[in-house]
């Protein structure tokens, strides 16, 4: 018995090993062979040859580059594009504006139609040497002639002469590609498209962009990984922001036949936008021939420190070799080590207090924009003890669908609050209504002097106090406020107790009239010009419309005006912060300094807001002041949204955020805890207009298509459109914005 039980067992061990294995080069290592764990670090040069060393130690973040596959652009002789992929929805703006309809599925193939005569989409076309177009279309109503154009050039003509799906290829006209990025435009009526392949070479084996992605199984029990699969010819292309301190890490293996004549090459290729050059500049990471080293696959880490805080294209290549040889290029991730956090005993606070300043500007606080000229010395305390994020966008351009999100955690056109007639939707949860839910006890308080942000425009509320001044027809100033907040809370001693406050203060709002002692800070000289405080709303309408030109010292006294009120604003807020000290309870609030958005004074040919998205109106200050949680004071650059201070006030409070919330608790970022995945910082204009921003760069969209893109670091003041010298950030910028569409749709 026990030598059948041995025999068995003999029998049976290479099977399982085989099963383990998800290869015979598996067993080549474990028994010798090599080991899997080595890791290759290519320091960036011009060229880099691979070196190993010790790789950094973890644990660490990481953000998947092929979870999904949809970002990835394919080439196989050439790029594929196929419209009915889910990744083609990538390449333009949903909405219409673009002129494709929804995908159909037929019984073999996905498909989108043409909508109207047009629909168009952005590509990246990185060669020039393209002599044709395949393209497999039908016609609704056969003939049709089908257009071509690349930036509105047209470069080749089809005729489409069946209603059943054919693959066409027509010469391309030549010299009409000179740049890597484009927008394709296709013209004709009643067409539907399945796929399109800028041709470098004949049509390789039917393969299409599914064919490019697979998941590789690490043995029977491993984990299966997204890995791309390039045969000879191929090129995955990669596009990133890569972060401080990051690593892109990746394996690789060949497979290939033992007797081939011309081994399969293979390279990788980061390029770089150079800025002082005027340029793009290559890198080359690897750049190998397939051997047995390869087969048995290869663990790769590359620091891309080099490359921090830049749009960078990655771009993996294959060339020679036979036809059933192959690279799989497996689990390709950006990586970052985790830092351990500043604060892990952080004391959370007992109280809240949201300072809200309407219409304050980011430029206008003198800590947050050295050399302004401004004088806001209680900000600048707050900025110099506090956590400041430099680059927070409110996601709207004026106050009530902007305070609506910071007050659900929504976006206004989830919640149902951009308009002035709207009314919540079913399932918004206000800030209020989410504590009192949670901690009863808690006192919860709104002091405002903003009439949009009341009941009479749908804004709910679960509060113990609650004013509304110009609702009330009362005094509003930034003193009435803390009047009516300090003297109820003084008599009853209200502040003994946990509390959260929102404080709406419209002082920096029209009309500007600041006492004559803030005035004179920024325009000491007599006055007797038309401009009016009285009448500084209409006025700056009319300098909108263009009905009224102002000369300098009209002007100058009008800045005066605002800049005064914001002098005033921070008094009040100083004087906020004295009375929480006198209560003895400031050690122990969260006070967060915040605002719905700034004013334009004709920074972009107009004045006021409500009207665009540019920085003056939608890049707004936040600060968090609450030296015993947060005893460091810091700088925090990513792009963030002003309705995430909905859930960081929850959790600070130890209340869990409700589900089905848009935003993401910035705690983790005040805590010292940055992730790596981040979504774009958006903003709207009505029911119109969008802003992205994400890295340094933001995007502007007007009707559904592109219409500025900036450098929000190198040019906070949005003056230099990089539509045109920054096509490769375009494309990048684009492809993000139509996945936020994608994962922000709502019925």
């Not at 004549?261 to 500049?281: E, N, W």
């Not at 419209?506 to 005035?519: G, I, K, M, Q, S």
């Not at 002041?625 to 792009?639: K, S, T």
């Given at each position: 018995?026990?030598?059948?039980?041995?025999?068995?067992?003999?029998?049976?061990?290479?099977?399982?090993?085989?099963?383990?294995?998800?290869?015979?080069?598996?067993?080549?290592?474990?028994?010798?062979?090599?080991?899997?764990?080595?890791?290759?670090?290519?320091?960036?040069?011009?060229?880099?040859?691979?070196?190993?060393?010790?790789?950094?130690?973890?644990?660490?973040?990481?953000?998947?580059?092929?979870?999904?596959?949809?970002?990835?652009?394919?080439?196989?002789?050439?790029?594929?594009?196929?419209?009915?992929?889910?990744?083609?929805?990538?390449?333009?703006?949903?909405?219409?504006?673009?002129?494709?309809?929804?995908?159909?599925?037929?019984?073999?193939?996905?498909?989108?139609?043409?909508?109207?005569?047009?629909?168009?989409?952005?590509?990246?076309?990185?060669?020039?040497?393209?002599?044709?177009?395949?393209?497999?279309?039908?016609?609704?109503?056969?003939?049709?002639?089908?257009?071509?154009?690349?930036?509105?050039?047209?470069?080749?003509?089809?005729?489409?002469?069946?209603?059943?799906?054919?693959?066409?290829?027509?010469?391309?006209?030549?010299?009409?590609?000179?740049?890597?990025?484009?927008?394709?435009?296709?013209?004709?009526?009643?067409?539907?498209?399945?796929?399109?392949?800028?041709?470098?070479?004949?049509?390789?084996?039917?393969?299409?962009?599914?064919?490019?992605?697979?998941?590789?199984?690490?043995?029977?029990?491993?984990?299966?990984?997204?890995?791309?699969?390039?045969?000879?010819?191929?090129?995955?292309?990669?596009?990133?922001?890569?972060?401080?301190?990051?690593?892109?890490?990746?394996?690789?293996?060949?497979?290939?036949?033992?007797?081939?004549?011309?081994?399969?090459?293979?390279?990788?290729?980061?390029?770089?936008?150079?800025?002082?050059?005027?340029?793009?500049?290559?890198?080359?990471?690897?750049?190998?021939?397939?051997?047995?080293?390869?087969?048995?696959?290869?663990?790769?880490?590359?620091?891309?420190?080099?490359?921090?805080?830049?749009?960078?294209?990655?771009?993996?290549?294959?060339?020679?070799?036979?036809?059933?040889?192959?690279?799989?290029?497996?689990?390709p991730r950006i990586i970052k080590k985790q830092k351990?956090?500043?604060?892990?005993?952080?004391?959370?606070?007992?109280?809240?207090?949201?300072?809200?300043?309407?219409?304050?500007?980011?430029?206008?606080?003198?800590?947050?924009?050295?050399?302004?000229?401004?004088?806001?010395?209680?900000?600048?305390?707050?900025?110099?003890?506090?956590?400041?994020?430099?680059?927070?966008?409110?996601?709207?351009?004026?106050?009530?669908?902007?305070?609506?999100?910071?007050?659900?955690?929504?976006?206004?056109?989830?919640?149902?609050?951009?308009?002035?007639?709207?009314?919540?939707?079913?399932?918004?949860?206000?800030?209020?209504?989410?504590?009192?839910?949670?901690?009863?006890?808690?006192?919860?308080?709104?002091?405002?002097?903003?009439?949009?942000?009341?009941?009479?425009?749908?804004?709910?509320?679960?509060?113990?106090?609650?004013?509304?001044?110009?609702?009330?027809?009362?005094?509003?100033?930034?003193?009435?406020?803390?009047?009516?907040?300090?003297?109820?809370?003084e008599k009853e001693r209200v502040y003994t107790s946990?509390?959260?406050?929102?404080?709406?203060?419209?002082?920096?709002?029209?009309?500007?009239?600041?006492?004559?002692?803030?005035?004179?800070?920024?325009?000491?000289?007599?006055?007797?010009?038309?401009?009016?405080?009285?009448?500084?709303?209409?006025?700056?309408?009319?300098?909108?419309?263009?009905?009224?030109?102002?000369?300098?010292?009209?002007?100058?006294?009008?800045?005066?005006?605002?800049?005064?009120?914001?002098?005033?604003?921070?008094?009040?807020?100083?004087?906020?912060?004295?009375?929480?000290?006198?209560?003895?309870?400031?050690?122990?609030?969260?006070?967060?300094?915040?605002?719905?958005?700034?004013?334009?004074?004709?920074?972009?040919?107009?004045?006021?807001?409500?009207?665009?998205?540019?920085?003056?109106?939608?890049?707004?200050?936040?600060?968090?002041?609450?030296?015993?949680?947060?005893?460091?004071?810091?700088?925090?650059?990513?792009?963030?949204?002003?309705?995430?201070?909905?859930?960081?006030?929850?959790?600070?409070?130890?209340?869990?955020?409700?589900?089905?919330?848009?935003?993401?608790?910035?705690?983790?970022?005040?805590?010292?805890?940055?992730?790596?995945?981040?979504?774009?910082?958006?903003?709207?204009?009505?029911?119109?207009?969008?802003?992205?921003?994400?890295?340094?760069?933001?995007?502007?969209?007007?009707?559904?298509?592109?219409?500025?893109?900036?450098?929000?670091?190198?040019?906070?003041?949005?003056?230099?459109?990089?539509?045109?010298?920054?096509?490769?950030?375009?494309?990048?910028?684009?492809?993000?914005?139509?996945?936020?569409?994608?994962?922000?749709?709502?019925?």
């Open positions: 018995m026990k030598k059948i039980a041995a025999f068995l067992l003999m029998l049976l061990l290479p099977v399982a090993l085989l099963l383990l294995a998800d290869s015979y080069e598996y067993l080549y290592e474990l028994f010798g062979g090599g080991s899997r764990e080595t890791l290759q670090l290519q320091e960036a040069e011009r060229f880099i040859s691979p070196r190993n060393i010790v790789a950094p130690q973890g644990p660490f973040d990481e953000v998947k580059l092929l979870e999904p596959d949809w970002s990835a652009d394919v080439s196989l002789g050439g790029p594929v594009y196929e419209p009915g992929d889910p990744s083609f929805a990538l390449h333009f703006l949903s909405g219409g504006a673009y002129g494709w309809s929804e995908i159909y599925k037929g019984r073999k193939l996905s498909y989108r139609r043409i909508s109207g005569w047009q629909a168009s989409f952005m590509a990246y076309l990185p060669d020039a040497q393209y002599d044709s177009l395949e393209i497999k279309a039908a016609a609704g109503e056969a003939p049709q002639k089908l257009r071509v154009l690349l930036d509105e050039t047209e470069i080749c003509s089809i005729v489409i002469d069946s209603n059943d799906f054919k693959t066409y290829r027509v010469p391309i006209k030549p010299g009409t590609l000179k740049y890597a990025y484009y927008n394709v435009t296709l013209e004709g009526r009643g067409i539907a498209v399945s796929a399109m392949r800028f041709a470098l070479t004949p049509a390789p084996e039917k393969r299409g962009r599914s064919d490019f992605f697979a998941r590789i199984k690490d043995g029977f029990f491993g984990p299966a990984r997204k890995s791309a699969i390039l045969r000879p010819g191929d090129r995955l292309t990669l596009q990133i922001d890569v972060p401080e301190e990051s690593y892109l890490a990746f394996e690789y293996r060949c497979e290939f036949d033992g007797g081939q004549i011309q081994p399969l090459h293979f390279s990788l290729r980061a390029t770089q936008y150079d800025v002082s050059a005027g340029k793009f500049l290559d890198y080359y990471y690897l750049a190998e021939d397939a051997d047995a080293a390869c087969r048995r696959g290869r663990k790769s880490l590359i620091d891309l420190q080099a490359h921090a805080g830049q749009t960078l294209r990655l771009e993996f290549e294959t060339s020679g070799g036979q036809q059933d040889e192959r690279l799989l290029i497996i689990d351990p956090e500043l604060w892990p005993e952080f004391l959370k606070p007992r109280n809240v207090v949201v300072w809200l300043s309407d219409t304050l500007r980011y430029d206008r606080i003198n800590a947050l924009a050295p050399g302004n000229g401004m004088i806001t010395p209680n900000y600048d305390l707050a900025a110099e003890r506090g956590i400041v994020f430099t680059r927070a966008y409110a996601q709207a351009s004026w106050s009530k669908p902007s305070q609506a999100a910071m007050l659900t955690g929504r976006y206004p056109q989830h919640s149902n609050m951009l308009e002035p007639d709207d009314r919540p939707t079913r399932g918004t949860v206000f800030m209020s209504e989410a504590i009192k839910r949670k901690r009863p006890k808690m006192t919860t308080a709104e002091y405002s002097a903003n009439g949009y942000v009341s009941s009479a425009f749908g804004f709910r509320y679960d509060l113990d106090y609650q004013r509304n001044m110009i609702r009330e027809r009362r005094a509003n100033r930034g003193e009435d406020l803390l009047a009516a907040w300090f003297g109820v809370w946990p509390f959260m406050v929102w404080l709406g203060s419209t002082d920096v709002h029209v009309a500007y009239n600041p006492e004559r002692e803030f005035l004179n800070l920024y325009d000491p000289e007599p006055y007797s010009g038309p401009i009016n405080p009285f009448n500084t709303a209409y006025l700056m309408a009319d300098i909108s419309r263009g009905r009224v030109t102002l000369p300098e010292r009209d002007w100058r006294h009008l800045l005066a005006l605002y800049n005064g009120e914001v002098s005033y604003n921070d008094r009040q807020f100083g004087l906020m912060l004295e009375r929480l000290d006198q209560w003895g309870v400031l050690d122990e609030t969260a006070v967060f300094i915040v605002s719905d958005h700034g004013e334009e004074f004709l920074d972009h040919g107009a004045a006021g807001h409500g009207h665009s998205l540019y920085s003056e109106i939608v890049h707004v200050p936040l600060i968090v002041l609450y030296p015993r949680g947060f005893p460091e004071a810091r700088r925090i650059d990513r792009p963030v949204e002003m309705m995430s201070i909905y859930p960081t006030i929850l959790e600070m409070l130890d209340i869990k955020p409700p589900a089905g919330i848009d935003a993401e608790s910035l705690l983790p970022l005040l805590t010292g805890q940055e992730k790596l995945s981040a979504g774009p910082a958006a903003s709207f204009n009505r029911k119109k207009d969008a802003s992205f921003a994400l890295g340094r760069h933001r995007l502007m969209l007007e009707n559904g298509r592109p219409s500025r893109l900036f450098d929000e670091v190198s040019d906070p003041a949005d003056r230099y459109d990089l539509r045109e010298s920054r096509k490769d950030v375009l494309y990048f910028m684009l492809k993000n914005a139509a996945l936020w569409m994608i994962e922000n749709r709502r019925n």
